[in-house]
């Protein structure tokens, strides 16, 4: 699985979430998150409901 289809699971299935605490759910790089969030914003695929917080539309 995909860095980026693993974000968008784990975000599905929790509050909105930091970068970090991303990276720390997934046990993944933080870098390579934040560049993966990065481009799912670019495809409209998570959203931001504040800053630093990502999300999916449900």
């Known amino acids: 699985m995909e860095l980026k289809d693993k974000i968008v699971d784990l ?10 605490e991303i990276a720390e ?10 560049k993966a969030l990065k481009d799912l914003k670019k495809e409209e695929a998570v959203i931001s409901p504040k800053r630093c917080y990502y999300s999916v539309e449900k």
């Open 25 to 34: 759910a997934l046990g993944e790089d933080k870098k390579a998150v934040d």
């Open 11 to 20: 975000l599905k299935k929790s509050e909105p979430m930091k970068g970090g």
